[in-house]
């Protein structure tokens, strides 16, 4: 089944721990990307892969990095988290081609940060 | 950054009414993406928009890509309970390829 996945779906941790969310897809998309979603804010873009080795800033990079070693995963790094990351996280894939962006999602990770 | 204005944030309708939501901006789009997210799930996509102009159909949705390629529009016909849910808006940047832009959302409530 063609999916995108994430780990943990919820988390809770404290201030300054270091936490890792994962992103795993199986479509051999080339591009890969980051939300968060907060209430009446919708979605917004934390960071972006177009392909392997390849990763821009979205709108809201501020304390977050990420890395993109394989095609097929996307991982999310909070090296410090602050209560302010307490959000809902989304990893999304395309399969790229400059002329449309169809991203799929997937299911979400709660972060709580206390 | 960039921002596409979403309207209206929340609808509360009656079962069989139409519905219809907007996105407007001040930026032009080569893309429109419309998406459905149910609680607890990720946003869905349920209407891709490639051409100025173009007006696409999936069962009782229809979206249209506006002419001036900086609006787009999603209409819901003979609505039903499952229509329920929030409702985002997304465009690709013209000059900006790889990154996508959010509306707030729209969400729908739909009474038996």
């Known amino acids: 089944e063609a999916q995108v996945t994430q780990n943990p779906r919820y988390l809770i941790t404290v201030t300054g721990k270091k936490l890792t969310v994962t992103c795993s897809q199986n479509?051999?998309?080339?591009?890969m990307s980051w939300y968060r979603q907060d209430p009446g804010l919708g979605l917004r873009q934390i960071y972006y892969?177009?392909?392997?080795?390849?990763?821009d800033k979205g709108d809201v990079p501020e304390g977050y990095k990420v890395s993109r070693k394989e095609k097929r995963n996307f991982p999310l790094i909070l090296e410090s988290p602050s209560p302010n990351q307490t959000s809902l996280y989304f990893c999304a894939s395309s399969s790229y081609r400059g002329t449309g962006n169809e991203q799929f999602f997937g299911p979400g990770t709660r972060l709580t940060v206390l | 950054g960039q921002q596409l204005n979403q309207s209206p944030q929340s609808m509360f309708i009656q079962e069989g009414e139409d519905v219809s939501m907007n996105c407007t901006s001040s930026s032009i789009f080569n893309t429109w993406l419309w998406y459905k997210q149910d609680p607890g799930e990720g946003p869905v996509l349920l209407i891709a928009?490639?051409?100025?102009?173009e007006l696409t159909s999936n069962g009782r949705l229809t979206a249209q890509f506006g002419i001036t390629r900086k609006d787009s529009f999603l209409n819901i016909s003979a609505s039903i309970p499952s229509d329920v849910g929030i409702y985002f808006c997304a465009g690709q940047l013209y000059n900006q390829g790889g990154k996508l832009i959010f509306g707030q959302g729209t969400e729908l409530s739909v009474k038996p």
């Open positions: 892969s177009m392909n392997v080795e390849a990763t």
């Open positions: 928009l490639y051409k100025a102009g």
């Open positions: 479509m051999n998309h080339e591009y």
